[in-house]
């Protein structure tokens, strides 16, 4: 009994142990921040509640209730239709209040490539997030006062890569069904595949899972035969803007290149290339018509480097992979095999690849894109 009792002194003496080495590594090498982000997350998972359990109680919030009936149906949906996980993932909610998590995006006052961080098992990413604000902001501030641009984000959702069932967050619940549709899919996407060290490419996957599943979910459970037409017309708006950041990105990279040039003479050229993004988003609404205001928010902000690197993460190689789509006839497992042939490689090979891909989107190749999807106008 002695010696039993002293074994599992020791096992917990071990625990204790590793958990102190673990704070302290964490302390050194990433600031303490492992053990907040963990912390932040656990308390998460304290507060969550399974959908079926919250559906059966009476006190429920009629609002709350019609919203968690439909994300059964599109968690049914998303696995059935679109390929994706079966699991439990999106089978629990926990209420965050309106905000969930901070990310920080952030880059050289005078450059586009995002400040990188590594992270154990997810890699290395092109933001940072936090679970406090105020840790959010400090971090904000310190790389600000270092002279990097940044920017803070509050994504409404985010992915645990299958390591924890992630459940509903309140701040999903803001949107309408098609929207809703679309955040599950896409994080749900990263589920399915996910490339360490690749963040454009593991976003822009997402991204056309999540159109694709948005356009199929319209088909099958919304009514207003001009849904998927208005969001396929948004998704053309979506290009023209993205197309016109590009421009903004390619002339501040070539500035951001020359030699010989003072901070002073950058930082007027810097302004003058933003004061023409807003003029050119000015153009484009123009072109539009019927009031499309799709990016007023965005650019109503003092725009920076930043807000532009925060952009490319999500659409910079996004016509590489409806292109992907296109070549697997809109078959999800096709695709997904595709694209898992591509994440396999290695980066240079991959990023090649991509390249490759994405010159080949043209006006010609989006009219496949839409037949693929099966709308008709």
């Known amino acids: 009994m002695k010696i039993w009792l002293w074994f599992k002194r020791f096992i917990l003496f071990v625990l204790f142990f590793i958990l102190c080495a673990g704070i302290l590594y964490d302390a050194i090498r990433y600031d303490g921040y492992i053990f907040a982000s963990v912390r932040g997350y656990a308390a998460i998972l304290y507060g969550k509640r399974p959908i079926s359990e919250i559906l059966r109680d009476e006190r429920v919030p009629e609002f709350l209730r019609e919203r968690l009936l439909i ?18 993932s999106y089978t629990e909610f926990s209420d965050v209040g309106d905000e969930l998590v901070w990310v920080v995006i952030a880059t050289p006052r005078f450059s586009l490539e995002p400040v990188i961080s590594c992270y154990p098992i997810v890699g290395c990413m092109a933001q940072r997030g936090y679970f406090r604000k105020r840790d959010a902001w400090a971090y904000a501030d310190r790389l600000s006062g270092a002279g990097y641009d940044v920017i803070i984000r509050k994504p409404a959702a985010f992915s645990t890569l299958r390591w924890f069932n992630d459940p509903v967050f309140s701040t999903m619940l803001g949107g309408d069904d098609i929207s809703l549709a679309g955040h599950i899919c896409h994080e749900l996407a990263h589920q399915k595949l996910y490339i360490q060290n690749d963040p454009m ?52 990279k070539s500035l951001y290149d020359q030699k010989g040039l003072s901070d002073t003479e950058r930082t007027a050229f810097k302004d003058d290339a933003f004061a023409d993004l807003r003029v050119g988003y000015e153009v484009l609404k123009k072109e539009w018509g019927n009031g ?86």
């Open 201 to 252: 490419f593991n976003e822009a996957f997402a991204s056309v899972v999540e159109e694709t599943c948005q356009v199929r979910y319209i088909r099958a459970n919304v009514l207003d035969s001009g849904a998927e037409t208005e969001l396929i017309e948004r998704k053309r708006r979506e290009h023209d803007f993205f197309e016109l950041i590009r421009q903004t990105k390619k002339g501040l």
């Open 71 to 88: 994300i059964e149906r599109i968690r049914t949906f998303a696995s059935s239709e679109m390929g994706l996980p079966q699991n439990g």
């Open 292 to 377: 499309a205001d799709d990016y007023d928010g965005f650019m109503s902000q003092k725009l920076n480097n930043a807000h532009l690197a925060g952009l490319a993460e999500y659409y910079e190689f996004r016509p590489a992979f409806r292109v992907l789509l296109v070549r697997a006839v809109g078959n999800m497992d096709t695709f997904y095999e595709f694209v898992g042939v591509i994440g396999r490689m290695s980066y240079p090979n991959r990023a090649k690849i991509i390249e490759s891909l994405s010159s080949e989107w043209t006006p010609k190749m989006e009219a496949r894109w839409i037949r693929v999807l099966g709308i008709k106008f």
